[in-house]
């Protein structure tokens, strides 16, 4: 099929990604849902479906049939994703309309008189491409937020609640519904903010560059897991129940470690996690734990990553509330006036007490560093020189830590 005598399916495809480009401007133009997606998603998932959309129809032009159920699956599983991330099911139809029809004026640019069969047959092609992509597109979203309102208010959220609160399981033994596992493995997830989050500020842009992090976090740990988890994760983070039906190594190519860093790379921020694994009974007094730890994490200047209780043992039972803790956080007081010197104290400790190292560091003299040490000890009367002392030292600085601020 020519258009001005030039064929027009060999000609669309050398055009796609420049047509492509156009679209998506448009998109962004006419389209304010679309102008607040975060750019990632714009350039990313977007753009790739525009020009699949452009070479199915050139494809379809050149064999003059319809589309197939299988050449629509990346509509459908696009349009699952947008339902997921809340984008308006009218806004994905109008940007399939906007995109065929720009589609079509490409197609028959510069037609002649001559070419007026032609024209109406490549209209009518686009009008059943049209209808074929907005009953694929709308059938699969309306499924994806079918499952997503299920999942929220059917039985694996009402389990969730259950091993939360320490409420009865005897309403999920039943053989053919939801059960509990034996055992689970309990997370605590702090998710840092993505770039598109921060860039947007707030609104509805900020809404779906939250809404794509947790999607993502949560397939990761669906993939880990060979079926969907239990999650209750908003932005900033939350908890997670994964059925631990055997062994879950903590550090291999496969293990907790490595699952942590997969997710924290797929959404594109940082993730800090506590883990600890539990019977039904205990995972209420798990999540409690894991969530202190996390909260030790940040206090300690820990980078992100996978954590457990004996990562942080002495951390731990040092944030437990007493006098002694409060009595070896004062022991540093005088030093609070001179940040300088608390600083220096802090580094000179984890670098293993080495002035030069510390100096380089501290971008200083190693005499400096000699006389700041001098201070330290004349203001607190502790010495890091001396083995006692360093080790009072050590624990006044984790019980600083340790206790949150006011």
């Not at 900020?206 to 999650?231: E, S, Y």
């Not at 550090?251 to 039904?280: F, Q, Y």
């Not at 969530?291 to 942080?312: K, M, N, Q, W």
Request: charged fraction near 20%; include cysteine; aromatic fraction near 2%.
């Amino acid at each position: 099929m020519s258009i001005a005598g030039r064929p027009v399916a060999s000609s669309l495809r050398a055009r796609v990604p420049a047509l492509a480009r156009r679209v998506v401007a448009r998109l962004l133009a006419d389209l304010p849902v679309y102008a607040e997606l975060p750019h990632e998603e714009v350039s990313g998932d977007i753009a790739d479906i525009v020009q699949h959309n452009l070479r199915l129809f050139a494809d379809l032009v050149e064999c003059r049939r319809p589309a197939t159920d299988a050449e629509l699956a990346q509509q459908r599983d696009s349009a699952a994703q947008r339902a997921e991330e809340g984008v308006p099911l009218d806004a994905i139809l109008t940007a399939y309309q906007v995109g065929t029809t720009m589609c079509l004026q490409e197609a028959v640019e510069g037609a002649l008189p001559d070419d007026l069969a032609a024209v109406l047959e490549i209209t009518e092609h686009i009008m059943v491409v049209q209808q074929q992509l907005t009953s694929a597109v709308s059938g699969a979203y309306l499924d994806a937020r079918r499952i997503l309102d299920s999942q929220e208010h059917g039985g694996r959220h009402a389990l969730m609640t259950a091993l939360l609160t320490g409420e009865s399981l005897e309403r999920f033994t039943h053989p053919a519904g939801l059960r509990p596992a034996a055992r689970y493995l309990t997370m605590t997830l702090v998710l840092g903010p993505h770039p598109d989050e921060q860039s947007q500020s707030s609104g509805p842009g900020a809404d779906v560059a939250a809404r794509r992090k947790i999607r993502r976090v949560r397939t990761t740990l669906d993939h880990f897991a060979g079926a969907p988890v239990l999650t209750a994760l908003d932005a900033s983070g939350g908890t997670v129940l994964l059925p631990a039906t055997q062994p879950l190594p903590w550090h291999s190519a496969n293990g907790l470690c490595a699952l942590v860093d997969e997710a924290a790379r797929t959404a594109g921020v940082p993730i800090t996690a506590a883990a600890e694994i539990a019977e039904p009974v205990a995972v209420a007094a798990a999540v409690a734990r894991n969530t202190e730890i996390v909260g030790l994490v940040a206090r300690t200047g820990r980078p992100p990553g996978l954590y457990r209780l004996s990562d942080v043992l002495l951390e731990y039972q040092l944030s437990r509330p007493s006098e002694a803790l409060r009595g070896l956080a004062q022991l540093l007081k005088p030093l609070e006036a001179k940040p300088e010197l608390l600083h220096t104290l802090e580094t000179y400790l984890a670098l293993g007490l080495d002035r030069r190292t510390t100096a380089t560091a501290l971008h200083v003299h190693p005499n400096t560093v000699d006389y700041r040490i001098r201070r330290i000890h004349s203001l607190t009367g502790l010495s890091p020189a001396r083995p006692t002392d360093l080790q009072h030292i050590s624990a006044a600085l984790v019980a600083r830590r340790s206790i949150p601020p006011p």
